[in-house]
């Protein structure tokens, strides 16, 4: 298919910057259309769910939700390859994306929506984005104040309050401290290239570093500092490596990260969710994780397990691997 897609998104949205830096690193011409009060009738024609981004294709066709939207787009256009070409590390790829996209945010929102200096900075941004570049100071400020009145309730979404702030915290230091050790020896998660996995990773990092709280404790990890500028037009510089050369620095990621959090976090939100539970509590290291069941992560945690039932088929050295690095139970469980 040749023209140009229109990809529509804000820049305060890590999933429109994650389908962003995948139109950039596979080159594929598309205009980014920054969804503000100038283009919301037609997004409004044009969208199947009011959710960025969407991505409009040169004959029309929308596309929207970023992991399956980057899916579609891999059939579309599969070179350069997105991922490693075994299925071990594809699929460790896929799970650490979705890692990112489900409790990688949970950092991302807490730290954007807790503190009144991020709260000033974000809300101030998504106004600008909205009202456009010639927006008024009293139309902005007004604006401003109105999605800070509305964003800061939904805190409860992501399982952020005063409970969970600490275990949320310490799991974003502990994620800079692994990823910094990790980039050390290499530009991307899996090597030389960047994949699915880097995609869902450094988005969130991204919008971090965009706000004061967070930002400030990322200056100590400039390595980190510097793969999420990469990832901004990303570029391949060598070969994936080798799992064995992997292992020592990502192993952290998967059992501390996602075998530890991510992965019981979601098996008792889908647990709750099929009781229909107006909260439920989970244990993660010494402190309880509480919050409201989320519908939309059973769907997520049932798409990486079909995932992961499919990648063991087809390489059953897969499972000890996986139980290596503490994720096989996760993945395996009802």
Known sequence: MTGTYRLFGVEMSPY?????SYLRYKQIAHQWVVRGA??????????????????????????????PLIAEMERRHPEPALEPPDVPRAFLSALIEEYADEWGNKAMFHYRWTYEADQLSASR?????????????DQLLQAA?????????????VGSHEGTRALIEASFRRQLEIAEA????????FGGQPCL???????Q????????????????????????ARMIWPVASGPFESWEALAPTLTPLLQEEVGRRYLPWAHANALAAAAGKSTFSVDLGATKFTQT???????????????AKAALAAAPELEALLRDVGCLEGLVAD
């Open 125 to 137: 941004r998504i106004a600008q984005a909205i009202l456009g570049p010639d927006a008024k100071e």
């Open 145 to 157: 104040e109105g999605v800070r009145q509305r964003m800061v309730p939904r805190l409860s979404f």
């Open 293 to 307: 069941p989320q519908k939309y992560h059973v769907r997520s945690l049932t798409e990486i397990r079909a995932k």
């Open 182 to 189: 990790h980039f050390t020896f290499r530009p991307y998660l």
């Open 205 to 228: 990092l991204y919008e971090l570093s965009l706000d004061p709280t967070p930002a400030a404790l990322m200056q100590h990890f400039p390595l980190t500092l510097a793969y999420v």
């Open 197 to 203: 996995a880097d995609l869902g990773f450094a988005a």
């Open 38 to 67: 100038a283009v919301q009738s037609e997004f409004q024609s044009l969208a199947k769910l009011p959710l960025i981004p969407m991505l409009v294709t040169p004959d029309g066709e929308v596309i929207q939700d970023s992991t």
């Open 16 to 20: 429109s910057v994650k389908v962003r």
